[in-house]
Nanobody, 128 residues
Framework: QLQASGGGLGQAGGSLRLSCAAS????????MGWFRQAPGKEREFVAA????????YYSDSVKGRFTISRDYAKNTVYLQMNSLKFEDTAVYYC???????????????????????WGQGTLVTVSS
């Protein structure tokens, strides 16, 4: 089970931090990701990290502004969002993937099909 939190209203140029707490069968998780969906648009990949905290991967639209990280003790993944832009406004979803390829290709972390479980979403609104 995934519980996302931390959304709210942010100002352009400001910061917000999202959290995603995992519970239940966390031992089988390999990958954690954040996706977002703006009104009238398709869900898009934001960032991902392995459950062990390695191989952070970002979409080009957030690279250099957002940071994904993992807290082992809390079974929580964070998305630190800095230098917010109006176009970051969206519902943000965290997701967990349990499958692992024999040879991992980091770019596949952006594929929705890699994820088995999804959180409920948290709304981020950036005012200009």
């Amino acid at each position: 089970q995934l519980q996302a939190s931390g959304g709210g209203l942010g100002q352009a140029g400001g910061s917000l931090r999202l959290s995603c707490a995992a519970s239940g069968r966390t031992f089988s998780i390999y990958l954690m990701g954040w996706f977002r969906q703006a009104p009238g648009k398709e869900r898009e990949f934001v960032a991902a990290i392995t459950w062990s905290g390695g191989s952070p991967y970002y979409s080009d639209s957030v690279k250099g502004r957002f940071t994904i990280s993992r807290d082992y003790a809390k079974n929580t993944v964070y998305l630190q969002m800095n230098s917010l832009k109006f176009e970051d406004t969206a519902v943000y979803y965290c997701a967990a993937g349990r499958g692992r390829a024999v040879i991992e290709i980091v770019s596949t972390y952006s594929n929705v099909q890699r994820y088995d479980s999804w959180g409920q979403g948290t709304l981020v609104t950036v005012s200009s």
